[in-house]
Nanobody
Protein backbone atom coordinates (compact mmCIF):
# COMPACT_ATOMS: atom_id res chain seq x y z
CA UNK A 1 0.00 0.00 0.00
CA UNK A 2 1.28 3.43 -0.95
CA UNK A 3 1.36 6.54 1.22
CA UNK A 4 -2.07 7.69 0.03
CA UNK A 5 -5.32 5.78 -0.48
CA UNK A 6 -7.63 7.12 -3.16
CA UNK A 7 -11.20 6.19 -4.01
CA UNK A 8 -13.95 7.45 -6.27
CA UNK A 9 -13.89 8.49 -9.86
CA UNK A 10 -15.71 6.93 -12.79
CA UNK A 11 -17.74 8.07 -15.75
CA UNK A 12 -20.52 10.63 -15.91
CA UNK A 13 -22.28 12.78 -18.43
CA UNK A 14 -21.62 16.50 -18.68
CA UNK A 15 -23.36 18.37 -15.89
CA UNK A 16 -23.11 15.43 -13.55
CA UNK A 17 -21.22 14.98 -10.30
CA UNK A 18 -18.53 12.73 -8.89
CA UNK A 19 -16.65 12.59 -5.62
CA UNK A 20 -13.05 11.61 -5.02
CA UNK A 21 -11.61 10.75 -1.62
CA UNK A 22 -8.08 10.50 -0.33
CA UNK A 23 -6.46 9.70 3.01
CA UNK A 24 -2.96 8.96 4.24
CA UNK A 25 -2.36 5.22 4.64
CA UNK A 26 -1.06 5.85 8.16
CA UNK A 27 -1.58 8.57 10.75
CA UNK A 28 0.36 11.74 9.96
CA UNK A 29 -0.84 14.18 12.57
CA UNK A 30 -2.60 17.46 11.86
CA UNK A 31 -2.09 20.45 9.58
CA UNK A 32 -0.98 18.52 6.52
CA UNK A 33 -1.52 19.53 2.93
CA UNK A 34 -3.54 17.20 0.72
CA UNK A 35 -4.31 18.14 -2.84
CA UNK A 36 -5.59 16.88 -6.15
CA UNK A 37 -3.89 17.18 -9.50
CA UNK A 38 -5.04 15.91 -12.86
CA UNK A 39 -3.49 14.95 -16.16
CA UNK A 40 -5.33 14.52 -19.42
CA UNK A 41 -3.82 12.65 -22.38
CA UNK A 42 -1.28 14.81 -24.16
CA UNK A 43 -1.48 17.55 -21.55
CA UNK A 44 0.65 18.59 -18.63
CA UNK A 45 -0.38 17.81 -15.10
CA UNK A 46 -2.31 20.65 -13.53
CA UNK A 47 -3.43 21.51 -10.04
CA UNK A 48 -7.08 21.16 -9.11
CA UNK A 49 -7.52 21.89 -5.40
CA UNK A 50 -5.78 21.51 -2.06
CA UNK A 51 -6.56 21.78 1.64
CA UNK A 52 -4.63 22.07 4.87
CA UNK A 53 -6.22 19.55 7.21
CA UNK A 54 -7.71 20.81 10.50
CA UNK A 55 -6.89 24.40 9.52
CA UNK A 56 -9.09 23.88 6.42
CA UNK A 57 -7.37 26.51 4.31
CA UNK A 58 -8.16 25.75 0.68
CA UNK A 59 -6.78 26.39 -2.78
CA UNK A 60 -8.60 26.03 -6.11
CA UNK A 61 -7.45 26.30 -9.69
CA UNK A 62 -9.43 28.96 -11.54
CA UNK A 63 -10.87 26.36 -13.92
CA UNK A 64 -12.73 24.57 -11.12
CA UNK A 65 -13.75 27.43 -8.84
CA UNK A 66 -17.47 27.34 -8.15
CA UNK A 67 -17.78 23.74 -9.39
CA UNK A 68 -15.41 21.71 -7.21
CA UNK A 69 -15.25 21.68 -3.43
CA UNK A 70 -12.50 20.17 -1.31
CA UNK A 71 -13.36 19.32 2.28
CA UNK A 72 -12.01 17.38 5.22
CA UNK A 73 -14.15 14.62 6.71
CA UNK A 74 -14.78 15.90 10.24
CA UNK A 75 -11.75 15.20 12.38
CA UNK A 76 -10.61 12.35 10.16
CA UNK A 77 -7.66 12.60 7.81
CA UNK A 78 -9.81 11.86 4.77
CA UNK A 79 -10.37 14.66 2.29
CA UNK A 80 -13.04 14.70 -0.37
CA UNK A 81 -13.17 16.43 -3.71
CA UNK A 82 -16.77 17.01 -4.69
CA UNK A 83 -16.97 17.69 -8.40
CA UNK A 84 -20.20 19.20 -9.67
CA UNK A 85 -21.27 20.48 -13.08
CA UNK A 86 -18.58 18.38 -14.69
CA UNK A 87 -17.46 19.20 -18.21
CA UNK A 88 -15.78 17.04 -20.86
CA UNK A 89 -12.60 19.09 -20.30
CA UNK A 90 -12.49 17.69 -16.75
CA UNK A 91 -11.72 14.26 -18.18
CA UNK A 92 -8.35 13.16 -16.82
CA UNK A 93 -6.56 10.91 -14.39
CA UNK A 94 -6.81 12.55 -11.00
CA UNK A 95 -4.00 12.13 -8.50
CA UNK A 96 -4.08 12.78 -4.79
CA UNK A 97 -0.89 14.34 -3.48
CA UNK A 98 0.39 15.30 -0.05
CA UNK A 99 3.09 17.01 1.94
CA UNK A 100 3.28 16.60 5.69
CA UNK A 101 3.27 20.32 6.32
CA UNK A 102 0.82 23.23 6.13
CA UNK A 103 3.13 25.36 4.01
CA UNK A 104 3.19 25.62 0.21
CA UNK A 105 -0.27 24.08 -0.01
CA UNK A 106 -1.24 25.30 -3.42
CA UNK A 107 -0.90 24.54 -7.07
CA UNK A 108 2.84 23.90 -7.37
CA UNK A 109 3.28 20.14 -7.71
CA UNK A 110 6.98 20.33 -6.83
CA UNK A 111 6.04 20.85 -3.16
CA UNK A 112 4.14 17.57 -2.96
CA UNK A 113 6.29 14.57 -2.13
CA UNK A 114 3.70 11.81 -1.84
CA UNK A 115 1.34 10.72 -4.59
CA UNK A 116 -1.56 8.34 -5.02
CA UNK A 117 -1.93 5.85 -7.84
CA UNK A 118 -4.44 7.96 -9.76
CA UNK A 119 -8.10 7.45 -10.58
CA UNK A 120 -9.82 8.00 -13.91
CA UNK A 121 -12.57 10.59 -14.32
CA UNK A 122 -14.37 10.57 -17.65
CA UNK A 123 -17.01 13.13 -18.60
CA UNK A 124 -18.95 12.56 -21.78
CA UNK A 125 -20.82 15.23 -23.70
Amino acid sequence: QGPLVESGGGSVQAGGSLRLSCRPSEYRGSNNCLGWFRQAPGKQREAVAAIVTDERTTYYHDSVKGRFTITQDGTEDTVHLQMDNLKPDDTAVYYCAARWSRTHCGGDSSWYFYWGQGTQVTVSS
